[in-house]
C-alpha cells in the first residue's frame, strides 16, 4: 500500500505540474496571462508627490469642487498675474480664458456677473438649473462661472492689504504638510515704515521678501517660527513675499503685499 500511495500521489503531482505549466492561474486583477519583467527600473516606480497647495481648495467657497489639475492651473495663472496693473475684471479673464478658448465673449460676460455685488455669493451659482456636483457635468456656462469665482477667491487671498490703518492682516494657507500662517504688521517710524512677517510654517521652508528694490531672505529647517522685516519710505508701494517648501513642492507661493499710506 505505501508504495501505492507513492505512485498515486507522484502521478497527481505531475498531472497537476502539466496543468499549471498549461494554464498558469490568474492573480484577482489578471483577465488573461500577463508576462511581467524580471525588474523595474528605480525611476519608474519613483513617487510622483501631490502638488503642495492643493490642499487650499478646500477653503474656497465653492459649490463644486475645481478637478485638482484645473486647479492647479488656475492658481499658477494667478500667481502670474498677482502683481499685474490690470484690474480684476481682466485679470479673471485671462486666468480662465485657457479652459474656453471659443468662448471669450461668454467668458468676459460671466465674469461681469461675477464681479457685481449681487453675483458674489455661491447661492448665484447654486440656483442655475440642473447643477450637477461634479465639474465634468456642469454646463460651459456654469464651468465658466465656477472657474471665475475660484480665481477671484485665489487672487484675493493672494493679496494682503496693509495700510497704517488696518497695519495688522493674518493670512492662512493651506498645504500637503499642513497650515501656513502669514501674520503682516506695518510700524511707523517717524519718517520710516517697517514692515514685518511672521510666519508660521508647517516644514522647512524658505521666505523672500522684497520690494522697493530691496529685499531680506529667512529660511528654516523645519517647521517653526520665522520673522523678517524690511524698512520702507512712507509712500504706497507693492511688496512680494515668496514662501518655497523645498521638500513639499517647487514652485514658491506668491503673495502681494500692498501698503497704502
Not at 492573480?27 to 510622483?48: G, K, R
Request: net charge negative; charged share 20%; with cysteine.
Amino acid at each position: 500500500m505505501p508504495t501505492v500511495q507513492e505512485r498515486f500521489q507522484a502521478v497527481i503531482k505531475r498531472r497537476l505540474q502539466i496543468e499549471i505549466q498549461n494554464h498558469p492561474p490568474l492573480f484577482p486583477w489578471e483577465s488573461q496571462l500577463v508576462e511581467y519583467p524580471e525588474f523595474v527600473e528605480e525611476s519608474s516606480v519613483a513617487l510622483v508627490p501631490a502638488w503642495g497647495w492643493l490642499a487650499q481648495q478646500s477653503k474656497l467657497n465653492l459649490p463644486v469642487a475645481l478637478p485638482d489639475n484645473i486647479f492647479q492651473q488656475l492658481m499658477e495663472k494667478c500667481q502670474l498675474l498677482l502683481t499685474s496693473s490690470l484690474p480684476l475684471g481682466p485679470k479673471l479673464i485671462q486666468a480662465v480664458e485657457s479652459f474656453f478658448p471659443e468662448d471669450y465673449q461668454s467668458i468676459n460676460d460671466v465674469a461681469g456677473l461675477v464681479l457685481r455685488t449681487a453675483y458674489r455669493s455661491v447661492d448665484a451659482l447654486e440656483t442655475m438649473p440642473n447643477l450637477q456636483k461634479d465639474y465634468s457635468d456642469l454646463q460651459p456656462r456654469q464651468q465658466m462661472a465656477l472657474s471665475l469665482m475660484a480665481a477671484k477667491q485665489l487672487l484675493e487671498n493672494l493679496t494682503l492689504q496693509i495700510s497704517l490703518a488696518n497695519p495688522v492682516i493674518e493670512q492662512q494657507w493651506q498645504t500637503n504638510a499642513g497650515t501656513l500662517i502669514i501674520r503682516v504688521e506695518l510700524q511707523s517710524l517717524g519718517r520710516l515704515l517697517k514692515l514685518r512677517v511672521h510666519s508660521e510654517l508647517p516644514t522647512a521652508a524658505v521666505l523672500k521678501l522684497q520690494g522697493n528694490g530691496n529685499q531680506t531672505t529667512a529660511a528654516s529647517e523645519d517647521a517653526d517660527k520665522v520673522s523678517l522685516e524690511l524698512d520702507c519710505p512712507p509712500t504706497n508701494q507693492n511688496y512680494t513675499l515668496a514662501v518655497e517648501f523645498p521638500g513639499l513642492e517647487q514652485q514658491p507661493l506668491l503673495l502681494a503685499i500692498n501698503l497704502t499710506v
